[in-house]
């Protein structure tokens, strides 16, 4: 990793020299071409070591001290992370994230794959639109979907609450922010309406490799829509749809955005009884409004492994699918 | 009984009756039907937003869009919302004009893509065109640390940029992200492409290594590199949690944090807020249109080859 460019730049052994044939003649170039990689990539080296590897080896410290700020600092040992699995906030908070998590993969996803489906054939112009346009909502981020729906969620005059009442005579009055048991559905709504263009870009590229002769082949055999799909479609975007499914659950752990701006009049960003709190909000809470790296850290090495197991599960689980298949 | 209702029931009735006619132009039209009313939910909050941050205070309640035809008038639409939000107001760290947090945006936004931009396409035209000790093991090293979420070293980075003085400074901001290993994998993608020849014919001319990276290669990237640029000024304007946690200066701050600020002080002047909302999304919508064909191209021959 921080080896000096002068040191790779010496590759070639006495043999290599001497022998001088095809591929140790391309060995030898090797040297200039090292040293001008680790020049290309120097900027990338620095800023790694700098801002990845030290709080990495840092975290692991931290996590062990109480911290009062960035510059007192008392050894603990493993209590921060006792604290953290004592509390029944942090799980508040996993079981928050984990609904969150649920609703992106069980909702969101299928919710994606099916609009891919309903624009992936190929005439033209007017299917582009209606990509563009539900992608549109990416462009601006948690942030200000955040601040935009607790608009939008107002009782009585918000626009999401108007439309509910026009469509089902129902939800004109309820206070989804207010009410702790709407709170995460509110949530998830907003979720829906930034985040289903998204993964339908990668579901739409993955509706590619499906083979359009196979399709052919089962409606001439008299096959079902539905019995084509599971036998044609789902093996051919398998791979991709696995990608989707791991990077949005792990996307959905790190949920913080989104919920603290909606919620910030509604419980200072965590909402009623903590109703909205999630477990990158446990950490923001406890190492910059409490002042307590330490935690934080502890928070962000359980965050990791979270992360880490789930990913694992879900790989292993598409491989079984998928082998079954 | 709406109208809302009635437009839906009506639909029905033409699928229904459609598809005793011809089942295959049910499907079509059901597919049709379908996609604009997915459309219409997707552009309703923009177009709400907009018709809100026209609308005077004295009616914003009163319309859910806009005021009818015959009330359509500089009395309930005026530009009222954009003076308030852009007179200088006062904070506990003297005044500040709603101009300032534009500028910080733009400026930090334009000029971490621009960094980033070089950078990573530099450490992929390395990792793509070059053969190093080393440089298998760095691939791996680079995927192993994507693997690790930014959140759960924000702690630690904490102190490390306390520790370095940089709190409070833009430094924080832009350091740390002007090189990541998912851009520098982004363009190492699209430069793979490239063929060896062309790089060897640039030696033979006398180019430098850089000359060759800069002149020759990065022209032939474009559509990559206008798919980078989006997704990294998008992901430099959007971003809250880093200038959150580390910008305390009222006149530095960016648009997300003080949009998030703003939320308490115009609990009862929606207008003014929603105002500031419309401005802050504009620069990202108008920098898609401008890239949005390489974009969805980027994007989607990345995905395919997962």
Redesign the interface.
């Known amino acids: 990793m921080s080896q000096a460019p002068s040191e790779i730049a010496i590759v070639p052994t006495p043999q290599l020299a001497a022998t001088g044939v095809g591929p140790h003649r391309r060995r030898l170039q090797m040297g200039g071409e090292g040293v001008a990689g680790y020049l290309f990539l120097s900027p990338y080296l620095l800023v790694t070591a700098m801002f990845f590897l030290v709080p990495l080896a840092w975290a692991s410290v931290l996590a062990f001290y109480q911290t009062n700020g960035p510059s007192s600092r008392v050894f603990v040992g493993w209590s921060n992370f006792k604290f953290v699995l004592g509390d029944t906030d942090f799980y508040v908070a996993v079981r928050n994230t984990a609904v969150f998590a649920a609703a992106s993969v069980l909702i969101q996803l299928p919710l994606s794959l099916g609009l891919a489906m309903l624009l992936s054939s190929k005439d033209g112009r007017a299917k582009n639109l209606f990509r563009l346009i539900i992608f549109l909502p990416n462009l601006v981020g948690q942030v200000f979907v955040g601040v935009l729906f607790s608009i939008l969620f107002t009782p009585t005059y918000g626009l999401f609450n108007r439309l509910l009442q026009a469509l089902t005579g129902w939800g004109l009055d309820q206070r989804w922010l207010d009410n702790p048991s709407l709170v995460m559905p509110a949530v998830i709504i907003a979720s829906l309406w930034l985040y289903v263009g998204f993964n339908m870009v990668y579901f739409l590229a993955a509706l590619q490799n499906v083979d359009q002769s196979l399709v052919e082949a089962c409606r001439m055999d008299g096959a079902s829509p539905l019995r084509t799909f599971w036998t044609v479609t789902v093996p051919a975007i398998i791979p991709v749809a696995t990608f989707v499914v791991v990077t949005s659950t792990i996307g959905s752990l790190q949920l913080f955005e989104l919920p603290y701006t909606l919620l910030q009049e509604h419980g200072g960003g965590y909402g009623p009884k903590n109703s909205g709190l999630t477990i990158v909000g446990y950490l923001y809470q406890y190492a910059f409004r409490n002042g307590d790296l330490g935690t934080g850290a502890a928070v962000g090495w359980l965050l990791t492994l979270l992360i880490l197991i789930v990913s694992v599960v879900q790989i292993r689980a598409s491989n079984l699918f998928g082998s079954t298949k | 009984m ?1 109208g ?2 009635f437009l839906l029931a009506s639909m029905a009735v033409v699928f229904v009756s459609l598809w005793f006619v011809r089942s295959k132009a049910a499907v079509v039209f059901g ?1 049709w039907t ?2 604009l009313c ?2 219409a ?6 177009v ?2 907009v018709c ?1 941050a026209f609308k005077d205070k004295a009616v914003f ?1 009163e319309y ?1 869009f806009l005021p009818p035809l015959d009330k359509l008038n500089s009395q309930t639409i005026n530009l009222d919302n954009f003076r308030s939000l852009f007179a200088p107001k006062q904070t506990t760290q003297g005044p500040v004009s709603f101009w300032r947090y534009v500028v910080n945006s733009l400026l930090l936004a334009s000029t971490g893509t621009f960094i980033s931009l070089v ?2 396409s ?2 992929g ?3 793509a065109k ?6 298998g ?2 691939l791996t ?1 680079m995927l192993a ?1 994507m ?3 930014g ?10 940029i ?2 370095l003085g940089w709190m409070d400074s833009y430094a924080a901001i832009l ?2 992200s ?2 990541t ?1 998912f851009g ?1 994998f982004l363009f190492r993608q699209a430069m793979t492409a490239v063929p060896d020849e062309l790089i060897e014919a640039g030696r033979m001319d006398g180019c430098s ?1 850089f000359g060759i ?1 800069f002149k020759l290669v990065m022209p032939l990237v474009r559509p990559m590199t206008g798919a980078y640029c989006l997704i990294s000024f ?1 992901g430099a ?2 971003s ?2 880093v200038p959150n ?1 580390f910008l305390q200066t009222q006149s530095k701050l960016t648009l ?1 944090v003080v ?2 600020q703003f ?2 002080v115009y ?1 009862r002047d ?1 207008g003014v ?2 105002a500031g ?1 419309l401005l ?2 504009l620069p ?2 108008i920098l ?1 249109l401008a890239v ?1 064909r390489e974009f ?1 191209s980027g ?3 990345g ?2 080859k ?1």
Do not use: D, K
């Open positions: 709406n809302l209702h597919r379908l996609l997915v459309a939910v997707m552009l309703m909050p923009f709400w937003l809100a309640n859910l950078l990573c530099m450490g035209y390395a990792l070059f053969r190093f000790r080393g440089r093991a760095l090293y640390s693997a690790v979420p959140v759960a070293l924000l702690a630690p980075n904490f102190a490390v306390y520790h350091v740390p002007a090189v290993a520098i290594e990276y998008l304007w959007n809250f949690l946690v997300p949009l998030n939320m308490g609990q929606y807020f929603l909302t802050a999304v990202p919508a898609f949005q969805i994007l989607t021959s995905a395919v997962q």
